[in-house]
Structures are given as C-alpha cells and as structure tokens.
C-alpha cells in the first residue's frame, strides 16, 4: 500500500510539474532536471527521480536527527542553551512557524544545524 502511495503521489507531481505553463520559470528541483533534459523525459522516468529524492531525503534526515540528538545528550550545556532559546521564542507550548525557525529568530538553533 505505501509503495502504491509513493508510486500515485510522485506520478502526480510529474504530471503537474510537466503541465506547468510557467514550468521554464520554476526553480524547484524537479522543474530544474525537466528543464536541462536534452530530450523529453518520460513520466515514469521523472517518477523515479521524484522517488530517489524522496528516499535520499528520508535517510539522510533520519541520519541527521539521530547524530543530532547524540550529540545534544553529550552536551548537556549545549541542550541547556537550545532549551533556554526555544522556551524564550515559543513560550507556553507555542506551536513553531517557518518564520519563528529563521536564523534571525532562533539564530543558537540554526547555528547548531
């Protein structure tokens, strides 16, 4: 069932990157590879690449988050301090935005990834 979802949902983005009328003007990756493809891709083939970024992605932000949170159990001053800053920017429980999680706003956080 997963591999069906996988399959069905990077089909989809194939297709709407490729039915895209500003499609030359897109700067996400998909529309980037489509674009310097000295002939026409199939969709299947888009749906591969589409799922190799899907699957790179996974492992190597499983990888990053495991190494992460070794290393702030190792450095307790360092948890502390990330701690501190978090509390500070979203107090009482305070759910985070893309704009609360920029360098301006948490600049310890960034700075640690």
Known sequence: RAVRTLDRESIRLVKK???DPALSERKDLLALFVQAAEKECTIKYLR???LNFVIAGRDTT???LSWMFYVLS???DVQRKLQAE???KLPDGRS???KSLTPA???????LF
């Open 105 to 111: 706003e948490m600049p310890y956080l960034n700075g």
């Open 86 to 88: 978090i509390d500070e």
């Open 62 to 64: 499983a990888c990053t």
């Open 96 to 98: 985070p935005t893309l």
């Open 48 to 50: 591969d690449i589409v």
């Open 74 to 76: 190792s450095h307790p």
């Open 17 to 19: 990157c490729l039915d």
